[in-house]
């Protein structure tokens, strides 16, 4: 597996450390690459469609939550814009576990990324990320779990149109599991895999 780092600019140290220790385990791992993806990736059983079939399900019961809530709250200017809604390609959520901060040496990746079969839909509006609607699989069963996360959708819309990353075939979100404000888009080509930080680099560990 390679991942190639894109355009990191003024980070502080302790968010190099991290960024640069997110290169070190996934291109120095033992597994050979197709091994490893699979071994990621394994506990995958849904597929983009099924994913997106919940989503919909569940669409206007959350639309009608929000409503009630103020619409302002999610990233919608009104109501009005409920009827421009489209369905964004699901992100699979993968962790980087609290072992990844506090292990001296570094192991195999495995030891490190968790995936729990958790999905982010953007909601969509004239081609901008308003929010999004989180999908889980819990007792072998889809459902709809939270959502929200205007200020979230926001910046992943930025760091798609700053890298040029929409209509990618395959992205995953990769996040820290403590609490450091540092979270990543990782996109893969062809067994290549690029990460991307989302939002601004400078903001990391404030």
């Not at 399900?57 to 009005?80: C, K, P, Q, R």
Request: hydrophobic content about 40%; charged content about 25%; some cysteine.
């Amino acid at each position: 597996m390679k991942l190639i780092l894109i355009k990191l600019n003024k980070l502080d140290s302790l968010a190099v450390f991290l960024f640069l220790a997110v290169i070190f385990i996934m291109t120095n791992c033992k597994k050979e690459p197709s091994n490893l993806d699979s071994k990621i990736l394994e506990s995958v059983v849904f597929s983009d469609e099924e994913i997106l079939d919940t989503a919909r399900a569940n669409l206007d019961w959350y639309l009608d939550a929000i409503e009630y809530g103020g619409v302002e709250n999610y990233g919608f200017h009104s109501t009005s814009e409920f009827d421009l809604i489209e369905l964004g390609e699901p992100y699979l959520e993968l962790i980087l576990n609290q072992d990844f901060i506090e292990d001296d040496k570094f192991s195999n990746i495995d030891n490190y990324i968790y995936n729990y079969n958790s999905w982010r839909i953007p909601l969509e509006v004239n081609n901008e990320y308003r929010c999004y609607i989180k999908i889980s699989l819990h007792n072998d069963i889809l459902s709809l779990v939270s959502g929200g996360g205007s200020i979230f959708a926001r910046l992943l819309d930025n760091c798609e149109r700053e890298y040029d990353l929409k209509n990618k075939e395959k992205e995953y979100l990769l996040f820290l599991r403590n609490d450091y404000n540092c979270n990543f888009l990782m996109v893969e080509d062809k067994k290549n895999y690029k990460i991307y930080p989302i939002g601004d680099p400078e903001s990391f560990f404030l």
